[in-house]
């Protein structure tokens, strides 16, 4: 007799056919016994016992007039006495809605795409096409955008074959091969100005189509990874952000991306560490306009007014930090691995390359220190690198006094003497 007393709950329900699913038989929630006479159908314990199969869900159980933890109601805790009627949302959510929704199932729906794109043979346009397939335990997986079958979904892998992605796992990486690392998002934004990550993330990178947001997976939520330069470059010998490793990778001082970056953005021997804006434009963020542009742009600072950096030769010229102190005149190779000296700035007094009377003062076998006495000591190293290159000419004698305006010096080896 199918027609339940009033305290039976949701049995009627579950053993006919409605909307969403065809009749259970009894044994989904029950032990069936052979007879009325059979062991434990009929026992001292009042009530109905309820055993669940493992279809029902491993942690299914029943309780207090509740189910919990059920498959067929979406792994949701339902009261067997309420009269509900389910919807689609009442087990899986909805679209704008759809924390309960298994992989990558947000992301699909975020582009307009309907249950029956995927699942063509079982549902579509909000209702059950075929309950034999719903609520049985199995994933049916029946692309409706691929009429000739040359779509597939296997379930073992969980891998999407030539659909409208090649290839892609379900609820695994969200990007094509490559991009599964950070520093391969670098490659692809640079290499197509952004459009390989805004097709699907949006202009703004705040969800688009694909309705996940870049900040999801990176930063800890937050667009901080933005305005962190080591996510792109740089990173592996400082953290100023200057490479190496460059965008693509690379690693080699040989290579014009990476050159001389640490020798200039780390303290060297003749200097202290010099900020990016020294040689290029600095960004406040990575969406910043002209900062990925696949050029290499370097606009010099006062320091060097007149210098000028050719990449199709790696070399910088018209550099006061290269040049002998007096002019813009230094060039240097931007990938040499020559480590610079003294010498090869301010040449040495056998050679070219000294301002004014250095070379006549050198000849006579003075030190460095004798003129400039609070900046180098007698083995040419520098008392106070924070002083060199710095655009203005330090000179203090040992003996004597300097007159910068007038361009002499006092009361030294010699009487009077202007240089």
């Given amino acids: 007799n199918l027609t339940p007393a009033p305290d039976s709950g949701a049995h009627l329900a579950h053993v006919k056919n409605i909307a969403t699913h065809l009749a259970y038989g009894c044994d989904t929630c029950h032990a069936v016994p052979e007879s009325v006479e059979s062991e ?5 314990e009042p009530g109905a016992e309820v055993i669940f ?11 207090n007039g509740s189910c919990t933890a059920v498959y067929c109601h979406g792994g949701a805790d339902v009261s067997w006495a309420e009269n509900i009627e389910p919807t689609c949302a009442s087990c899986h959510g909805y679209a704008g809605s759809s924390a309960t929704m298994s992989g990558d199932h947000s992301s699909h729906l975020a582009r307009g795409l309907d249950c029956g794109d995927c699942h063509a043979g079982v549902a579509g346009n909000g209702i059950i096409r075929n309950r034999a397939l719903h609520t049985d335990g199995a994933v049916s997986v029946d692309f409706a955008f691929c009429p000739g079958g040359e779509c597939a979904y ?29 520093n391969m998002h670098a490659y692809a934004f640079e290499r197509a100005e952004g459009n390989a990550c805004s097709d699907c993330h949006g202009s703004d990178l705040a969800g688009g189509s694909s309705g996940v947001s870049c900040d999801q997976c990176h930063s800890g939520g937050t667009d901080a990874w933005k305005r962190d330069c080591t996510f792109c470059h740089g990173g592996s010998e400082n953290s100023s952000g200057a490479p190496p490793e460059g965008v693509f990778g690379e690693s080699l001082r040989s290579q014009q991306a990476v050159g001389a970056h ?15 804006d020294t040689c290029h434009p600095v960004y406040s963020s990575m969406s910043d306009e002209g900062h990925i542009n696949q050029q290499r742009v370097v606009v010099f600072s006062s320091l060097n007014g007149n210098a000028e950096y050719k990449p199709e030769t790696a070399g910088c010229s018209a550099l006061y930090c290269h040049g002998d102190g ?11 691995e020559t480590a610079a000296d003294c010498s090869g700035c301010h040449g040495y007094y056998e050679k070219a390359g000294l301002s004014g009377k250095h070379a006549a003062h050198l000849g006579y076998n003075l030190k460095c220190s004798a003129c400039h006495k609070d ?17 203005n000419v330090d000179v203090k004698l040992s003996v004597g006094q300097w007159n910068e305006t007038e361009r002499n010096c006092t009361a030294t080896c010699h009487e009077d003497s202007s240089w």
């Fill in 53 to 63: 199969p493992a279809r029902v869900g491993e942690s299914a159980a029943y309780a």
């Fill in 326 to 336: 007096r002019d813009n005149s230094g060039t240097i190779s931007w990938t040499s």
């Fill in 154 to 182: 296997d379930s073992v892998t969980k891998n999407c074959t030539q659909s409208c992605h090649s290839q892609s796992v379900w609820g695994g990486a969200y990007h094509p091969e490559g991009w599964t690392a950070p």
């Fill in 40 to 44: 434990g159908h009929l026992d001292a």
């Fill in 375 to 391: 900046y180098i000591d007698d083995g040419n190293s520098l008392l106070d690198k924070s002083r060199h290159i710095d655009g």
């Fill in 262 to 276: 640490t020798a200039h953005v780390q303290d060297g021997p003749a200097h202290v560490a010099y900020a990016c």
